[in-house]
């Protein structure tokens, strides 16, 4: 589970204090730093106005960019631009029995949705009961990423982000399930940017059967691929086969795959096309050809 950092300072710090103390962020190799790092989110945590006082006057000025864009969810509020390799935010975590949670749904949240992470970030309950997560850990190298694939995951414990509980969520490693809090809380958030981290999946898992059950953090270039594809000539076709053979990207080698699997209304070039890449010596490649391998001939049979 997420490293828990004891804080029992009593020292209050602002946002724009949390930033130049900060720097350039910090690096999650470093536990020294990292606990540095820690100990201003505490601060901040302890300065019980700031980010009321921040919502009342954005209210007040009825602006509708009061905030940096979020891409991280309807509860996500940016505290500040990424300077260096981290930036803040602040997350609402609203219980059952908010309206919003009613009219958005649980997933909107991501309520019950177990996940790892594919970056560092550093954790303060800020205000209410916080959040419950079913804690687990796992071996993120020796999983290939593949839907079905067995992930070992270990349990540890089911507990609260409550006020002042200061945590590192550690890539890779820790997952969580997260159920709603018994009243509407807010958490506060020190994220290390990685300029490679894009290319680090991160999953989802079914807690039933312990396995990966999707892949959370398709990238543009996945994206950008599928559609030159989609709407381009022979050069995105071959552009299209080299990512398949030699991308370092398997994540992106197996969307080469999908993006000309979409082409072909051929039974037969649609399973030449699958076993190539069942030979391509990669184990995610392998395992995903086979799954549509059976799925075409159960098409065939089915005719």
Same mark, same amino acid.
């Given at each position: 589970?997420?490293?828990?950092?004891?804080?029992?300072?009593?020292?209050?710090?602002?946002?724009?204090?949390?930033?130049?103390?900060?720097?350039?962020?910090?690096?999650?190799?470093?536990?020294?730093?990292?606990?540095?790092?820690?100990?201003?989110?505490?601060?901040?945590?302890?300065?019980?106005?700031?980010?009321?006082?921040?919502?009342?006057?954005?209210?007040?000025?009825?602006?509708?960019?009061?905030?940096?864009?979020?891409?991280?969810?309807?509860?996500?509020?940016?505290?500040?631009?990424?300077?260096?390799?981290?930036?803040?935010?602040?997350?609402?975590?609203?219980?059952?029995?908010?309206?919003?949670?009613?009219?958005?749904?649980?997933?909107?949240?991501?309520?019950?949705?177990?996940?790892?992470?594919?970056?560092?970030?550093?954790?303060?309950?800020?205000?209410?009961?916080?959040?419950?997560?079913?804690?687990?850990?796992?071996?993120?190298?020796?999983?290939?990423?593949?839907?079905?694939?067995?992930?070992?995951?270990? #349990?540890?414990? +089911?507990?609260?982000?409550?006020?002042? =509980? %200061?945590?590192? /969520?550690? !890539?890779?490693?820790?997952?969580? &399930?997260?159920?709603?809090?018994?009243?509407?809380?807010?958490?506060?958030?020190?994220?290390?940017?990685?300029?490679?981290?894009?290319?680090?999946?991160?999953?989802?898992?079914?807690?039933?059967?312990?396995?990966?059950?999707?892949?959370?953090?398709?990238?543009?270039?996945?994206?950008?691929?599928?559609?030159?594809?989609?709407?381009?000539?022979?050069?995105?076709?071959?552009?299209?086969?080299? #990512?398949?053979? +030699?991308?370092?990207?398997?994540?992106? =080698? %197996?969307?080469? /795959?999908? !993006?000309?699997?979409?082409?072909? &209304?051929?039974?037969?070039?649609?399973?030449?096309?699958?076993?190539?890449?069942?030979?391509?010596?990669?184990?995610?490649?392998?395992?995903?050809?086979?799954?549509?391998?059976?799925?075409?001939?159960?098409?065939?049979?089915?005719?």
């Amino acid at each position: 589970m997420p490293r828990v950092i004891e804080h029992s300072s009593a020292e209050t710090a602002t946002v724009e204090q949390v930033l130049d103390r900060l720097g350039d962020g910090f690096d999650p190799a470093d536990e020294v730093g990292t606990d540095r790092a820690a100990a201003l989110l505490g601060q901040l945590g302890n300065n019980r106005t700031f980010l009321g006082d921040l919502l009342v006057d954005q209210l007040k000025d009825n602006r509708s960019d009061a905030f940096e864009a979020s891409a991280y969810g309807p509860q996500a509020i940016m505290l500040s631009p990424v300077r260096g390799r981290s930036f803040l935010r602040a997350n609402i975590w609203p219980s059952a029995n908010e309206s919003c949670f009613g009219a958005s749904g649980a997933r909107n949240f991501v309520y019950g949705i177990p996940h790892d992470h594919n970056f560092d970030f550093l954790t303060v309950g800020y205000f209410g009961p916080g959040y419950v997560s079913d804690y687990f850990e796992y071996d993120y190298e020796s999983v290939a990423g593949y839907r079905g694939e067995q992930a070992r995951l270990r #349990f540890v414990e +089911r507990s609260a982000l409550h006020e002042g =509980r %200061l945590m590192h /969520y550690r !890539a890779h490693r820790d997952i969580h &399930s997260q159920l709603p809090p018994a009243a509407m809380s807010v958490s506060l958030n020190i994220m290390h940017v990685d300029p490679a981290q894009g290319w680090h999946d991160q999953y989802g898992f079914d807690l039933d059967s312990g396995t990966v059950s999707a892949v959370l953090n398709p990238t543009s270039t996945e994206v950008f691929l599928r559609c030159a594809v989609g709407m381009g000539g022979d050069a995105a076709l071959d552009l299209a086969d080299t #990512f398949g053979r +030699r991308h370092p990207s398997e994540r992106m =080698r %197996l969307a080469s /795959y999908e !993006a000309r699997d979409g082409l072909a &209304s051929d039974p037969a070039v649609r399973d030449a096309l699958w076993r190539q890449a069942e030979r391509s010596g990669s184990v995610l490649l392998a395992h995903e050809a086979k799954v549509r391998r059976k799925r075409l001939e159960t098409m065939q049979i089915g005719t």
